[in-house]
């Protein structure tokens, strides 16, 4: 079978273990159901996931001038502390931003290699645990907007990872730690503004990944380099498909490229 489509993010859902959909415009393909199975991943041109033109992708799965341009890729969006939509204030779009910013916020530690701390929506929980590959995760605080989130985030940083080491979180070189303990010792640190939305009381969220075998020394399949690659699909973690030969393909970080599976 060949499905010819657009790579976007794999959707997920919440169960044991997670399972993960690749979602094109004419197909909807269960990605557990290929474990064991050869996938031939042929990169055959571009598509902004904005404009929908075939220009070279720049960042995020957006073109250059996309990225720079549209509401979608505003600098708050990683950097959630720049949020200005609570305060009226337009960055690109102020209808948008009020949409996006102006809802229920989550400030989380997740464990994927290492204890990180981390920003998303309330809706994202947990996909953006099973995005990041995380093992582990629990809520610190829930705050109204994206701002109070953000400069919650970075008044943790000083204290706690906000980045994971991919190659360790695909090694599956883990340990499992106490969060609920990780929040308390932290708990000292939320700003003051955000200290009534300290989430008292939770428990760890456990997610469990469809992996075979783990790489030894992982290698990330780069379609810019080699337009044309195949193997033996072994696992899947974090949004990262794992081949039997250690390659392991992102297919978060080739949004926007159209590619040819072959299955
Ligand atoms: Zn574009």
């Known amino acids: ?26 197909d909807f393909i269960h990605v557990n ?7 031939g991943i042929k990169r055959v041109g571009y ?16 073109c250059k001038s996309c990225f720079f ?29 009020k949409k996006v910013q102006l809802q229920p916020h989550i400030v989380y530690l997740a464990n994927s290699s290492n204890v990180k701390v981390g920003v998303t929506r309330k809706t994202q929980v947990p996909t953006r645990w099973i995005d990041q590959g995380a093992h582990e995760a629990i809520e610190i605080v829930e705050v109204p907007n994206r701002y ?15 980045k994971t080491n991919w190659r360790k979180m695909l090694k599956n070189d883990i340990e499992d730690v ?18 009534d939305y300290f989430v008292e009381n939770n ?43 250690d390659t392991v393909f992102n297919i978060r970080s080739n949004e926007g490229i159209v590619v040819e599976l072959n299955v």
């Open 178 to 195: 106490d969060l609920i303990e990780w929040r308390s010792n932290l708990k000292v640190f939320i700003p003051e503004e955000v200290t």
């Open 33 to 39: 159901q290929l474990l064991n199975k050869t996938i």
């Open 148 to 162: 109070l989130a953000g400069i919650t985030e970075v008044a943790l940083k000083d204290h706690v990872a906000d």
């Open 203 to 245: 428990s760890e969220t456990h997610l469990a990944f469809p992996v075979e075998q783990y790489p030894i020394k992982p290698k990330s399949l780069n379609l810019e380099k080699m337009p044309n690659y195949a193997g033996i699909l072994k696992g899947i973690k974090g949004q990262y498909l794992i081949f039997e030969d």
């Open 69 to 97: 341009d549209k509401p979608v890729a505003g600098d708050w969006i990683m950097r959630p502390e720049l949020s200005t939509a609570h305060l009226g204030k337009e960055d690109r779009d102020l209808e948008y931003e």
């Open 1 to 26: 079978m060949v499905y010819t489509g657009v790579l976007t993010k794999m959707q997920t859902e919440f169960l044991e273990p997670i399972q993960y959909y690749l979602v094109f415009d004419n």
């Open 47 to 62: 598509q902004c996931l904005s404009c929908g033109l075939d220009r070279p992708i720049f960042r995020q799965g957006f």
